[in-house]
């Protein structure tokens, strides 16, 4: 499987933006799609999952600002940010597991995204 993040860019403070991630392969509806970003000087973090039946789970951080879906036809998952605030800048990556019992360990994931950098300016 290999993913393909997009979408990322420069935005104002309490604009909007949509990443998507675009994977190849036939079996993404058999994958937990995960969303992660590392702010410059921080480690990778937990922003967003969906679970294959469509359960979702959030970082506190995002709760109410970001949305995570996906679209299993189209082997994309999405997530789209509303409100962002300069913390929110970072370079955003998406993720595939299979056997993901905790959504927000990296090492849960399979397969990685290059990732894709969001700026807010404040």
């Known amino acids: 499987v290999q993913l393909q993040a997009s979408g990322g860019g420069l935005v104002q403070a309490g604009g909007s933006l949509r990443v998507s991630c675009a994977a190849s392969?036939?079996?993404?509806?058999?994958?937990?799609v995960g969303w992660f970003r590392r702010a410059p000087g921080k480690e990778r973090e937990f922003v967003a999952s969906?679970?294959?039946?469509?359960?979702?789970t959030y970082a506190d951080s995002v709760k109410g600002r970001f949305t995570i879906s996906r679209d299993n036809a189209g082997n994309t998952g999405y997530l789209w940010m509303t409100n962002l605030k300069a913390e929110d800048t970072a370079v955003y990556y998406c993720a595939l597991g299979i056997y993901v019992y905790d959504v927000a360990r990296v090492d849960n994931y399979n397969h990685w995204g290059q990732g894709t950098l969001v700026t807010v300016s404040s």
């Open positions: 969906i679970r294959t039946r469509g359960t979702t």
């Open positions: 392969g036939r079996t993404f509806r058999d994958y937990v």
